[in-house]
């Protein structure tokens, strides 16, 4: 349950600073980015929460965006301080970490116990939260 907390938050988090497609764009504001991604790779890195089941290769792809994401904030403090170019690069990067963090949770197991009709026994059905 925890990790589905955390889960939440982290989306939210990515939610919040993601930017959106179109000529009215939300502001990035490099230092928040800056300290959600530190979290983020903390989690990941400890294996805590939704990355504790992550493979290896997914884990290695969001570590190598982490840090492409990091360079391009690197020295940046103030929002204006991105380029058109980088603030774009900022937004995608941010978009496929928040996919990547919500297909996570898709791939979370639930299980139910189900009484079949006519049985006073009740079977356990597990499917993952995407299946149901």
């Not at 990790?3 to 939300?26: D, N, Q």
């Not at 493979?55 to 690197?74: P, W």
């Amino acid at each position: 349950m925890r990790s589905l907390k955390v889960l939440v938050v982290l989306t939210l988090a990515l939610l919040s600073t993601t930017a959106l497609a179109g000529p009215a764009r939300e502001v990035i504001d490099p230092d928040k980015v800056r300290d959600e991604q530190v979290m983020l790779m903390s989690n990941l890195q400890d294996r805590k929460g939704a990355f504790k089941n992550l493979d290896e290769s997914k884990r290695s792809v969001l570590v190598e965006q982490h840090h492409r994401l990091m360079a391009l904030l690197e020295g940046k403090h103030a929002p204006d301080e991105l380029s058109g170019e980088a603030r774009g690069e900022v937004a995608t990067l941010l978009e496929v970490m928040e996919n990547a963090v919500e297909e996570l949770g898709q791939e979370r197991t639930m299980c139910t116990r189900v009484k079949t009709i006519g049985s006073n026994k009740a079977e356990l059905v597990c499917k993952t939260v995407r299946r149901n």
